[in-house]
């Protein structure tokens, strides 16, 4: 067997034992006033530092009552717009003036997705509908049915006209979109029909229709038939496979559309783990997914498709953008300088983005408007112009920015925020809140010193499971530390991290302090590496270290969404004790006595979920084992945290249910025989350890760290050895 992380090293770090490193934790306290709330009215953190962007989105037909609308439309032809609401109603109205109601189109009775009207439309009267009906058994069914409109106003769908051309299972990533090619076929799109992780490994096989774009025929020389296979489809002579597939390979394709002028197919393909990402569809092209997400391994022992895999055209990191939303290829007249760009969002961000693809590679690329909107669609008007979706229930047209009203520049040192009396000190400004937390993120070894500031009496939404829910403009403070070389040794400030929520989103900013140690001065937003001279805690004699001071964007791929974004301001994490000058208070306590939260505590602390801390040998081996995978692992490895292992790291999950007792790895075995992710009483054959003692490719956390943490590969590997042998999967 073939250990991946080199034997003298693994034995090293073991005798180093679990105690080696003090608590990484600074317990500030600075001058805080326990006895009453003291609000904070010196923030200056305010709006961004990046230049403004060109574009806004402006709501139209304001008056208009919309539920949760999906898709918009307009019949040809007409003035008339069409709007699909997710439950399935359809309803129509004027594209312009400010209209108060709208009237019914067609009530389709399922989830209804998107329409297209046929290229002969104005023969036939025929539009094809997308919908997901009731459940029949254990799985739902996507359905395109085709519907006949009236000749004249008011125009009216017959629902007795309806005739399913085409259905097939699918219970989640639906995919769900409809446009017709210049070839005047019918393009569908069909995600990969699962919640998570391709979990019915449809996306390379070709034996069913999900994880695919369908092509087929829905004017057939034979009107007996719904719909034709195309005779020039790419796999009509491979055996057992669908003829209707012309690309696959996706995982949750969420809006196609067609260049009018070019003919090529976009698709917005929703990611799972680290990317979203868009694709040129080829004729017989292979996505990857879900051996691949968005050119990343995903599951890469699973089988391939057919065909090679084809990279996508353009890919975000989850830091841009978390649900894509596919868009439309503009040829309107309002802003030429946009003709001919593909324009898409984001449902998660609200950011809205636009891109020039010349058959080969993107040409140009630039995030067009930044806003709070959950961008579900892009439509045009009559007119060719943009209409933008907002799943809470607005219709909204792109602009251009006015130009903003003066106001206090970013702050671009540590001392112009107003979260510090004195930043020299590292002294909090006064309502500013020190806080610390039960089990730290492993972070190099670097100290921490922690602050929260919540702009005047604004206050927390309290719960018992992930972050808190916090006000606009606040502000959590994070400072990194370590020990210098010198005889005796300092305390070296190197980096102070702000979390700033703004416009409903949290964004991170980092300050790096100068060699005077008296003030920090903001980074730009790609990051930076800085190479320190330390201290190290084992040998006591100096070395260097490389510390990644984060880019903007990846701050935000640990501060995940199914987390709530703020990690350690959590229940499990806050509920312990801190010291504020020489005065022990439990913080969950003394923040609900001073107001800080908008409801009291459910419970008293004592009966609030608490984690330990990994480090301190008087706890449990299990607490202090399952703390630590809770505070370094948990924000991704959670329900639709990300982690494609399916894992479910929380630390009040039943071990048996955290999906790693006795699992076969999905990914690399590192050349472990027999590997599990954990294997009860044989760390030496569970990954888990493998990738924590990583320093290359495969190590976990992937980010934010470069460094192995000894001690916690002491502690994980007594807990393996210490679990009962249990039956394994075969």
């Not at 923030?43 to 989105?57: A, D, Y």
């Not at 969002?345 to 040409?363: N, S």
């Not at 510090?420 to 000190?425: I, L, P, R």
């Not at 702000?498 to 989103?505: C, F, K, S």
């Amino acid at each position: 067997m073939r250990i991946p992380f080199p034997l003298p090293a693994l034995l090293a770090l073991l005798s180093l034992g679990a105690a080696r490193l003090a608590a990484e934790e600074g317990n500030f306290a600075g001058s805080f006033d326990v006895t009453q709330r003291v609000p904070w009215t010196t923030s200056r953190v305010v709006g961004t530092p990046e230049p403004p962007l060109p574009f806004r989105l402006q709501r139209v037909f304001a008056r208009l009552p919309l539920k949760q609308p999906l898709f918009i439309t307009h019949i040809p032809q007409t003035d008339q717009l069409l709007v699909i609401e997710q439950a399935g109603r359809i309803v129509r109205f004027t594209d312009h003036g400010d209209p108060e109601q709208s009237d019914d189109f067609l009530e389709v009775g399922e989830d209804t997705y998107s329409m297209a009207f046929d290229p002969r439309f104005a023969e036939n009267r025929y539009v094809y509908i997308f919908s997901n009906g009731p459940r029949e058994g254990t799985k739902k069914r996507n359905r395109i049915a085709r519907y006949e409109v009236s000749r004249g106003a008011p125009y009216s769908c017959d629902p007795a006209s309806r005739r399913v051309i085409l259905e097939y299972e699918s219970n989640g990533h639906n995919g769900g979109d409809l446009a017709f090619g210049p070839d005047g076929f019918l393009y569908i799109s069909a995600g990969d029909g699962t919640s998570d992780s391709d979990t019915d490994l449809t996306g390379q096989n070709l034996a069913d229709l999900p994880s695919a774009i369908l092509r087929i025929d829905v004017h057939p020389a034979d009107a007996q038939l719904a719909y034709a296979i195309p005779s020039d489809n790419p796999f009509l002579d491979l055996p057992d496979a669908r003829g209707e597939i012309w690309s696959y390979g996706l995982r949750n394709p969420w809006r196609i559309s067609f260049d009018r002028e070019t003919g090529r197919l976009w698709v917005a393909d929703v990611g799972q783990d680290w990317r979203e990402y868009l694709h040129v569809i080829v004729r017989g092209g292979n996505c990857g997914w879900s051996v691949e997400e968005g050119g990343l391994p995903f599951q890469p022992l699973r089988a391939r498709g057919p065909t090679p895999i084809v990279p996508p055209a353009v890919v975000h990191p989850h830091s841009e953008a978390r649900s894509i939303t596919g868009g439309h290829v503009y040829y309107g007249t309002r802003f030429p300088e946009l003709r001919g760009a593909y324009i898409y969002g984001d449902f998660a961000t609200g950011r809205v983005w636009g891109v020039r693809y010349d058959g080969q590679q993107v040409t140009w690329q630039r995030e067009l408007a930044d806003t709070a909107l959950q961008i579900v669609s892009f439509g045009t008007s009559a007119a060719g112009e943009l209409l933008v979706v907002d799943y809470v229930g607005g219709i909204y047209e792109l602009h251009a920015s006015e130009p903003a009203p003066t106001a206090s520049p970013f702050p671009q040192r540590l001392s112009e925020t107003g979260l510090f009396a004195d930043v020299k000190k590292h002294e909090p400004a006064v309502g500013v809140v020190p806080y610390s937390v039960n089990a730290p993120l492993w972070s190099d070894g670097a100290q921490k010193e922690r602050l929260i500031a919540l702009p005047d009496d604004t206050q927390i939404q309290f719960t018992e499971a992930r972050g808190w829910n916090f006000p606009d403009r606040a502000v959590v403070v994070k400072t990194f530390s370590f020990e210098t070389p010198d005889d005796p040794p300092r305390v070296r400030r190197v980096e102070t991290r702000l979390l700033v929520r703004d416009q409903g989103e949290w964004t991170g900013y980092s300050y790096a302090w100068n060699d005077e140690q008296t003030d920090a001065v903001l980074v730009p937003a790609a990051g930076r590496d800085v190479v320190l001279r330390v201290r190290d805690s084992a040998s006591h004699q100096p070395r260097e270290q490389t510390w990644h001071i984060p880019s903007r964007a990846e701050c935000m791929m640990c501060h995940t969404r199914a987390a709530n974004y703020v990690l350690g301001l959590s229940t499990p994490q806050m509920n312990r004790a801190h010291q504020y000058n020489g005065v022990e208070r439990n913080q969950l306590e003394l923040l609900a006595q001073l107001g800080y939260f908008h409801d009291p505590l459910p419970r008293p602390a004592a009966e609030l979920p608490a984690l330990a801390d990994p480090r301190d040998a008087t706890q449990s081996l299990d607490r202090r084992a399952r703390s630590y995978l809770h505070a370094n692992c948990a924000h991704c490895h959670v329900s639709a945290g990300g982690g494609n292992a399916r894992l479910e790291l929380e630390f009040t999950t039943p071990l048996e249910k955290t999906n790693l007792v006795g699992e076969m790895p999905l990914h690399d075995r590192y050349g472990i025989e027999n590997a599990r992710l954990l294997a009860p009483g044989q760390p030496e054959r569970s990954i888990l350890v493998t990738r924590l003692a990583r320093t290359e490719l495969g190590r976990m956390p992937p980010l934010a760290t470069r460094l192995v943490d000894a001690d916690a590969i002491v502690l994980l590997r007594e807990w393996i050895a210490g679990l009962p042998v249990a039956d394994e999967k075969k």
